[in-house]
């Protein structure tokens, strides 16, 4: 069965530091692997994606991340955040067409 | 395009109470998902629905929990007598069949109290 772990439940980062938020993942094939973001009371939006090809995937507001396929991980990064990146982000992973399976989430605070 | 409408966005119910949301996938979405999350937790998946055949069932969903998608476009997922641990949003997304992989794409979800 598929699954995700994100280790960090809570981090804080200073406002224009850089941020790696950690995501493992578990399937026993090539993975589909996502980053969605949610802020309080919302839906998730999708931030990037890895399908295949080129282990450094860009994602929309200045986030990408890597696969690592020898580590099982997909870890998010962003070399300066601000302020209105405080949200929770979570990681999933799926088998291609099927459900996708979520981590339960890390929460980013960004403090001035 | 339109993204995916979910509706109501809150519903208080006494336990007990049957409630009902329903979900608009994006237009020509093929595949449409449940998911509840409670506070603290990442989405758990439900149901999922290609066209109108309900392919998927997870274990979370108890036979007081229905859902449908009787034409292929909209959902509705019906709670029926609910108690107080079905307080959570429900979450619906879409997606295209075709394409890479299976991006879902999330609507604003519905929160459910139960009082």
């Known amino acids: 069965a598929q699954s995700v772990t994100q280790p960090d439940i809570h981090i804080t980062v200073s406002e224009g530091a850089s941020l790696e938020l950690r995501c493992n993942y578990s399937?026993?094939?090539?993975?589909?692997l996502f980053w969605y973001v949610q802020s309080p009371g919302q839906g998730l939006q999708l931030l990037l994606k890895y399908f295949s090809g080129d282990t450094l995937v860009q994602g929309i507001k200045g986030f990408e991340a890597e696969f690592k396929r020898s580590q099982s991980s997909f870890n998010l990064r962003k070399p300066s955040v601000h302020w209105s990146d405080a949200a929770e982000y979570f990681c999933a992973v799926s088998g291609g067409y099927q459900k996708v399976t979520f981590g339960t989430g890390t929460k980013l605070q960004v403090i001035p | 395009d339109t993204g995916v409408s979910q509706d109501p966005r809150h519903k208080i119910t006494k336990r007990g109470q049957n409630v009902t949301f329903r979900c608009d996938p994006i237009s020509e979405h093929n595949r449409l998902y449940w998911y509840r999350q409670t506070l603290g937790q990442g989405p758990e998946f439900l149901t999922y629905?290609?066209?109108?055949?309900?392919?998927?069932k997870s274990r979370l969903l108890s036979d007081r929990f229905s859902a449908e998608r009787p034409k292929g476009s909209f959902s509705t997922l019906e709670i029926q007598r609910t108690e107080q641990g079905d307080s959570a949003m429900y979450l619906c997304a879409s997606s295209p069949l075709g394409g890479q992989g299976n991006t879902i794409y999330f609507g604003e979800g519905s929160w459910l109290t139960v009082v």
């Open positions: 399937y026993g094939a090539t993975p589909y």
């Open positions: 629905f290609q066209n109108e055949a309900q392919l998927e």
